[in-house]
């Protein structure tokens, strides 16, 4: 039973019950609610052992807490709002996922935008040997404005080969969405966001068959690590560092063969440009030429592509053909190519600039002599008592040449030549100072014969030849002291006394 009944004046009813010690329980609420009658609940339990009957009355009627139990107006206010919040919910529904369908028809139909640098990163993979990792036919090219085999290419270019290590050579973990960031350029507008953009969810919802980029993207991300590419660790998905290595070698293996492609092509065009020779003839065919390089014996490619000694001294063969084309000396060899009149006219040009080196050479070498005859002249000249031109043209001893002979035949001989001189002049100095001696000495003689002699006897003593003296004079047998000496003992004492 309730606790009180109150009946308005137009008969309508309100149950009021009142809470001291239990709150009205779920079945008493479920009977309540079942006799279709409002019901309310006063809470008076502050009051259970205090107050005066005048608050209690003024709690009951004003300021005790209450709560509605059952009121129909409530129930149908709160299903109204319900159903107005689930229609509310059903539109803005409804309005995503147009927006949604609107997003993802956008993304399909984003307008191509190849480039030349892209289609250089593709070609630059492609070299790699990677055709079938990159060009498998794809399930979806949504939201991409390039063709799945290119962005393909770009991600393995971008995100294995060119990743950056840090300072200590390692490679970070591959973060959820770089991959996607790594392809900006290969993407349709808004797929890296935008406010209240639609998820790639809601698209996938939206429009049956769409493909998120980021599906596309995590599928191919699949295919590098079955490849071996890439790794799934503990710390993330890592670019396996030995196959990057591989790829790496392989793409500069290549860069290096195109370069010898590009040296060994631009000598060959050289070649024929400056020549004028035309490269099919019936006597020549540079395609015949370049499937069997003559002395080689084996394809310009093959020898290009391989490297190494063959295709450096293909190069050096080729330079000495341009060399000589150029104006320089006849090469060697000609290699099969059809530059015979080049090689002709240079061996012609050659002969001449010898024939002219050896004029020169004559003249400078007869200059040379006439400078070293000169020298040797000078020198003689100079040797007192030498009779300059009698030297000059006598022949040595034991040798037929002659002094001007041996000066004119190199500087060695002129060497030759001048110790000859040497020698002649030490001799007629030797001479000088003998005869020097001579004369001092004969001086002496002279004035110690004066002191023994009157003029008649000294000068028959100073002329006269004597036994003792080898039957020589006096004035020929004294040349030094020592004879000085023995001619001073042969005058008398005093004078008058032979």
Known sequence: ?????LVAADGRRLIVEVLVTHACDAEKIAKIRAGAVSAIEV????????????AVRNAL???APRTWLFNPAVDEAETSLKATIAAERKAAAEARQRAARRAALALRAAEPRLTPALQAERQSVLALGLQDLVGAPPASDDGFVVP???WRAVLINRLVLRRAPTRHGMLWPIEPDEALSALKDCLAPGVLGGVNRPTPAAMKAALPGFVPPQDSLDTFLETLKAYGLLLETKHGLLVNDRAREVLLAREAALKAANQRWRQTETLLDGLFETTGAPMETPAFSLTAWRASVPGFNRSLTAIIEEGGPEWSGLVRSLDAVQSMISGGAPCDSLMGLPFEPS???AIRQADLIAAQE???????????ADQRVSRLRSRAEVVPGLEVEAWLNRQGKGTPLTPLDAARQGE???GVAFRSLDRIAEEFADAARR???AAECLAVLETAAEKCFDEDRRRLFLRGHRPELGMKSPQEFCRDHASLKVLLSLLPSKRGAR
């Not at 039973?1 to 009944?5: G, N, T």
């Open 435 to 437: 005869d020097a001696l």
């Open 148 to 150: 799945s085999n290119l």
């Open 412 to 414: 060695a001989m002129l």
């Open 343 to 345: 090689l002709q006219e």
């Open 1 to 5: 039973m309730p606790d009180v009944v």
């Open 358 to 368: 050896a004029l020169a050479i004559e003249a400078a070498e007869r200059a040379a």
């Open 61 to 63: 009627l004003r300021t």
């Open 43 to 54: 809470d008076l339990s502050a009051y259970r052992t205090q107050g005066t009957e005048a």
